[in-house]
């Protein structure tokens, strides 16, 4: 059974920064792509940012420049930094590990999902 576990959410004016993080657990061979998507009240899930196995990441335009996702695949664990945050910016952010291999089965998984309100 794979697991994905985020952390790392909360609450922050303006300007502020936030770093997520995301641990899939379990029987894992490989992994092709993880990311982060958002969704805010009201509005579809939209991806923020995703990053493949070889390290080349991919962003939203609207977070380009602002935030940063890192991944350490022998964790398989990925990362979210979050900078010069605005209030558009509020959202449930939920991890997305596409491609799963457990050598049993090859599917994609979802985390919870951690909420980030950025006031202003």
């Known amino acids: 059974q794979v697991q994905l576990v985020e952390s790392g959410g909360g609450y922050v004016q303006a300007g502020g920064s936030l770093r997520l993080s995301c641990a899939a657990s379990?029987?894992?061979?490989?992994?092709?792509?993880m990311g982060w998507y958002r969704q805010a009240p009201g509005k579809q899930r939209e991806l923020v940012a995703v990053?493949?196995?070889?390290?080349?990441?991919n962003y939203a335009g609207s977070v380009k420049g602002r935030f940063a996702i890192s991944r350490d695949n022998a964790k398989n664990t990925v990362y979210l930094q979050m900078n010069s945050l605005k209030p558009e910016d509020t959202a449930v952010y939920y991890c997305n590990a596409e491609g799963v291999n457990t050598r049993v089965v090859f599917r994609d998984y979802w985390g919870q999902g951690t909420q980030v309100t950025v006031s202003s």
């Open positions: 379990g029987r894992i061979f490989s992994i092709n792509a």
């Open positions: 990053i493949t196995s070889g390290g080349s990441a």
